[in-house]
């Protein structure tokens, strides 16, 4: 079982990141599948949810509007599109696969996590 994270890099405020999840070793359309971020000396903390079938989809508050999660269960692949890149943006960005819907914003009830990606912002 494996997630991979890419996409991450450093970019200006004002810019554009489309990062990737890529799973292999289990069955995608069996998760639902959610971005979380984590900066230095902060929790991680969740960003974006996508339901297993790609119906349902969520974004916390401080990036609707800017963020989009997206998913191809074809491809066993999982995207988050980020425009409008702030400063506080900068942290390493995960994948995680969760079984249950309720289950979304809770980190300890995660079956699978990336390594991560990271994502600068800055001038």
């Known amino acids: 079982v494996q997630l991979v994270e890419s996409g991450g890099g450093s970019v200006q405020p004002g810019g554009s990141l489309r990062l990737s999840c890529a799973a292999s070793g289990f069955n995608l359309k069996d998760y639902h599948m959610t971005w979380f971020r984590q900066a230095p000396g902060r929790e991680r903390e969740p960003v974006a949810v996508?339901?297993?079938?790609?119906?349902?989809?969520s974004h916390v508050d401080s990036v609707k509007g800017r963020f989009t999660i997206s998913r191809d269960n074809a491809a066993n692949t999982v995207y988050l599109q980020m425009n409008g890149l702030k400063p506080e943006d900068t942290a390493v960005y995960y994948c995680?696969?969760?079984?249950?819907?309720?289950?979304?914003?809770?980190?300890?009830?995660?079956?699978?996590w990336g390594l991560g990606t990271q994502v600068t912002v800055s001038s």
């Open positions: 996508i339901e297993n079938f790609g119906v349902g989809r």
């Open positions: 995680g696969a969760v079984k249950r819907w309720s289950d979304r914003w809770n980190v300890e009830k995660y079956d699978y």
